[in-house]
């Protein structure tokens, strides 16, 4: 995969839940711009090998490396293959892995609470942490975790989501603080609505609304949320930690009254 304009070129990065969907477009875009990827993935094996081939056929470099980012300890495996795959060194992470289930408020038990929080946010700590480790000693990195604008903006259904990533927001923030000093940037990303295949036919009306509210009149594309992610990562974004970057085509910038 040629280098668009070479801004990762020596890079070496981890982006979690690389199989499909939002993950897929950062790790392609990140070997766009000449970084070597590790593609993680916990159950999408086949998904991620896609990734990966992808970019080795193009000439770039990729490995997948699978883990489950609700243990603790398979998070920092996880991490410490990475670095060695990248030659002892591991430049950037991305912490997009996540779930979306929905379910009412009312009636939801602890567990199904905890489930959430631990698949979006405890493994986002874990990893953050463990790569820290590694960049702390090669002259830093950068990390940066995929959020979303409903961190801002609840939506029903979603209140074990919203929450979790309502703290990934300020974990990263909290990060960018102590991990400043070490030369490590720590910022988030929030998406809004990205496409994927079948969504118009499964919430025709959830993306006509949306459709509307943008003022760009169009949903997401993985690569978009890429593009914010190589921009975080990448020299571009040298003086920029402990920030939000809503890339929602504008619809945050609409009233709600």
Same mark, same amino acid.
């Given at each position: 995969?040629?280098?668009?304009?070479?801004?990762?070129?020596?890079?070496? +990065? =981890? *982006?979690?839940? %690389? @199989?499909?969907?939002?993950?897929?477009?950062? &790790?392609?875009?990140? !070997?766009? $711009?000449?970084? #070597?990827?590790?593609?993680?993935?916990?159950?999408?094996?086949?998904?991620?090998?896609?990734?990966?081939?992808?970019?080795?056929?193009?000439?770039?470099?990729?490995?997948?490396?699978?883990?489950?980012?609700?243990?603790?300890?398979?998070?920092?495996?996880?991490?410490?293959?990475?670095?060695?795959?990248?030659?002892?060194?591991?430049? +950037? =992470? *991305?912490?997009? %892995? @996540?779930?979306?289930?929905?379910?009412?408020? &009312?009636?939801?038990? !602890?567990? $199904?609470?905890? #489930?959430?929080?631990?698949?979006?946010?405890?493994?986002?700590?874990?990893?953050?942490?463990?790569?820290?480790?590694?960049?702390?000693?090669?002259?830093?990195?950068?990390?940066?975790?995929?959020?979303?604008?409903?961190?801002?903006?609840?939506?029903?259904?979603?209140?074990?989501?919203?929450?979790?990533?309502?703290?990934?927001?300020?974990?990263?923030?909290?990060? %960018?603080?102590?991990?400043?000093?070490?030369?490590?940037?720590?910022?988030?990303?929030?998406?809004?609505?990205?496409?994927?295949?079948?969504?118009?036919?499964?919430?025709?009306?959830?993306?006509?609304?949306?459709?509307?509210?943008?003022?760009?009149?169009?949903?997401?594309?993985?690569?978009?949320?890429?593009?914010?992610?190589?921009?975080?990562?990448?020299?571009?974004?040298?003086?920029?930690?402990?920030?939000?970057?809503?890339?929602?085509?504008?619809?945050?910038?609409?009233?709600?009254?």
């Amino acid at each position: 995969m040629p280098a668009v304009s070479g801004l990762l070129e020596g890079q070496a +990065a =981890l *982006v979690t839940g %690389a @199989g499909g969907g939002i993950g897929r477009g950062i &790790a392609l875009r990140f !070997a766009e $711009e000449g970084a #070597a990827v590790a593609v993680h993935c916990r159950t999408s094996l086949g998904a991620a090998d896609e990734v990966a081939a992808r970019i080795r056929d193009t000439g770039g470099r990729a490995v997948v490396l699978r883990a489950d980012l609700t243990v603790e300890e398979e998070c920092r495996r996880l991490v410490a293959e990475a670095a060695e795959w990248g030659g002892g060194r591991l430049t +950037a =992470l *991305v912490n997009n %892995a @996540g779930v979306q289930p929905v379910q009412e408020l &009312a009636g939801m038990t !602890a567990a $199904e609470w905890r #489930a959430v929080v631990d698949a979006n946010l405890t493994g986002v700590f874990a990893c953050t942490q463990a790569a820290v480790e590694v960049m702390r000693g090669a002259g830093g990195g950068t990390v940066t975790h995929i959020a979303s604008v409903e961190a801002t903006h609840p939506a029903p259904l979603h209140a074990h989501y919203c929450a979790s990533k309502a703290a990934v927001v300020m974990h990263a923030r909290s990060a %960018a603080l102590e991990y400043g000093p070490y030369g490590i940037r720590v910022n988030t990303v929030s998406p809004g609505l990205v496409d994927r295949p079948g969504l118009a036919e499964d919430w025709p009306e959830g993306v006509r609304r949306w459709q509307q509210a943008a003022p760009s009149g169009r949903l997401g594309r993985p690569e978009d949320i890429g593009d914010a992610c190589v921009f975080l990562a990448s020299p571009l974004a040298s003086w920029i930690t402990g920030h939000d970057l809503v890339v929602d085509g504008g619809v945050s910038a609409r009233p709600t009254w």
